[in-house]
């Protein structure tokens, strides 16, 4: 008897029954019936349901009768199915393997058809199926093919012009001229400071044509004071009228050309102006419109161009001179916007760019910036000084 710990198996019970003959195997059940070269027989329906036991089909208890062997058609089935199912198990094995093999070669290739590689049929049978475009890479374009930044190759194209040969010494003792000529013309000039490769030069410096006075950027010194100064001869005034000695003679040629080319007297209403002299101007200014009017027509002491004794209001003087706010539409008026570049000055607030100015229109003011300068302004279409020197708007002060 079994333990009772143990489930009872067929070797057990062949144990506990010595009397009773193993049940043979199916390969000895098939030598058998060869060997005895007769059919094996049904159970009877006795035998069928008689219980079960060890065996079965003999008149002895647990004995199975061997003495018929099944037809051949049985063991020709038998031995296909298990051709088809080997031929399937290698197929699998060969599918896997060429799916690893190109999973770790990183193949693009379609993979092979299992049946085909039992078969041996060659790859050049087998369509492969066509690669897909591989993704544009954001970071691995060709550079040259990338359109590139206007200011950024500005910058890499130009280099510092204060190490050019003999630039330090002009710009130390030369004039403004010599410095331009120094730095190979006023295009090169203009942008190497609007591309920043131009260090040793300030636009803040009072005392340079140059110089960019605006809301945002104040003169140094604050307190400047132009020297020497001068009146423009020929050229009637309403008003003291002294400026820059330089600005003066090219207002005088201004004038004189203007009279030649038959577009009538043009006079001075203001030239320079001391910061002193700013202060009372701009107060009244804020007295009568208030801060935020007066800073649209008056700039505030330190910030004003007039300090500078570069610029200067004009007047037409036809029959006697007119205010400043007359002077638009005028035939002097027109004749000054389009030649005014041919003695160094520019219409310094044009209408419409108050946004990058500060202020309003004033066709009135004139900014002297020397000729080679302002021909470059006028040729390349510039409206503001902002603009040509790179610089950000200035529509209003910091504070």
Not at 192 to 220: P, Q, Y
Not at 229 to 237: C, D, F, L, T, Y
Request: aromatic letters at 6%; one cysteine or more.
């Amino acid at each position: 008897m079994a333990h009772p710990t143990e489930p009872e198996t067929r070797r057990s019970r062949r144990e506990r029954s010595p009397q009773t003959r193993p049940l043979p195997t199916r390969r000895e059940l098939r030598e058998r019936g060869l060997a005895s070269g007769s059919a094996m027989s049904r159970p009877t329906e006795d035998a069928a349901s008689a219980p079960a036991r060890e065996g079965g089909g003999s008149s002895e208890p647990g004995v199975l009768t061997a003495s018929v062997r099944l037809p051949a058609s049985v063991y020709v089935r038998r031995r296909a199915v298990a051709g088809a199912a080997a031929l399937a198990l290698v197929g699998l094995v060969v599918a896997g393997a060429t799916g690893i093999t190109s999973a770790l070669s990183g193949s693009d290739a379609a993979a092979t058809d299992p049946v085909a590689a039992l078969l041996g049929d060659s790859a050049g049978d087998v369509p492969i199926a066509s690669t897909l475009p591989a993704p544009a890479q954001s970071g691995g374009a060709d550079p040259a093919a990338q359109p590139a930044d206007d200011a950024a190759t500005d910058a890499a194209a130009t280099s510092d012009i204060c190490s050019a040969p003999g630039f330090a010494e002009a710009l130390s003792s030369g004039s403004d001229a010599d410095v331009i000529a120094a730095a190979g013309g006023a295009e090169p000039f203009r942008a190497a400071i609007a591309a920043g490769a131009a260090s040793c030069i300030d636009l803040h410096e009072a005392r340079r044509t140059w110089v960019v006075v605006n809301k945002l950027n104040a003169l140094n010194p604050i307190d400047y004071w132009p020297e020497p100064q001068a009146r423009a001869e020929g050229v009637e005034r309403t008003s003291g009228g002294h400026m820059r000695a330089d600005v003066a003679a090219a207002l005088s040629q201004l004038a004189a050309a203007a009279r030649d080319e038959g577009a009538g007297e043009i006079g001075v209403n203001s030239g320079f102006r001391s910061y002193d002299f700013q202060v009372s101007t701009y107060r009244n200014y804020v007295g009568q419109l208030g801060q935020r009017n007066a800073d649209l027509t008056s700039a505030r002491p330190g910030h004003s161009e007039h300090q500078t004794g570069l610029a200067v209001d004009v007047v037409a003087c036809d029959g006697g001179c007119g205010a400043i706010e007359q002077f638009g539409g005028t035939a002097q008026s027109d004749w000054v916007a389009a030649n005014a570049h041919r003695f160094g000055f520019i219409i310094r607030y044009p209408d419409g760019y108050t946004d990058t100015t500060g202020y309003e229109y004033e066709p009135w003011h004139l900014r002297y910036i020397g000729p080679e300068l302002a021909a470059l302004y006028a040729d390349a279409g510039y409206r503001t000084l902002e603009d040509f020197f790179g610089m950000p708007p200035a529509p209003a002060y910091a504070d």
